[in-house]
């Protein structure tokens, strides 16, 4: 079945099933994409936010985003899904960074004083 776009129609059960794969914990966790210029699906920044609150505890509105890295994920009816496998971010003034398996403080990312 395809829909307006001529592009395969996924289930929202499909997608439910791989994004509890995706987000490989234990809790429930919800990863929000967005269409990419290159035309993939990624996930969004709001996203990666909230996916650090959840894992490490930090207050979302508190999480500053830096860099990150995004990996493919997997692909569902022809569009490739990519999140972030890793990132540094500020919050406080103080830089951290993850692989979302594990946390460090990471200076670089510090609030400079001018």
């Known amino acids: 079945?395809?829909?307006a776009n001529s592009r395969a129609s996924i289930s929202t059960g499909?997608?439910?099933?791989?994004?509890?794969?995706?987000?490989?914990?234990?809790d429930s966790?919800?990863?929000a994409f967005e269409q990419a210029e290159?035309?993939?699906?990624?996930?969004?920044h709001v996203?990666?936010?909230?996916?650090?609150?959840q894992v490490w505890g930090?207050?979302?509105?508190?999480?500053?985003?830096?860099?990150?890295?995004?990996?493919?994920?997997?692909?569902?009816g022809g569009m490739q899904f990519n999140?972030?496998?890793?990132v540094q971010f500020n919050?406080?003034?103080?830089?951290?960074s993850t692989d979302f398996k594990t946390i460090a403080r990471d200076s670089a990312y510090d609030d400079k004083d001018n």
Do not use: H, P
């Open 83 to 86: 999140i972030y496998d890793s």
């Open 14 to 26: 499909a997608v439910s099933e791989l994004l509890g794969i995706v987000a490989n914990s234990k």
């Open 29 to 31: 966790m919800t990863i």
């Open 1 to 3: 079945m395809t829909n």
């Open 91 to 96: 919050v406080g003034g103080k830089g951290w």
């Open 38 to 44: 290159n035309g993939c699906m990624e996930e969004t």
């Open 47 to 53: 996203s990666l936010r909230r996916r650090i609150a």
């Open 58 to 76: 930090f207050e979302y509105g508190a999480i500053k985003l830096m860099e990150g890295s995004m990996m493919a994920r997997f692909e569902l």
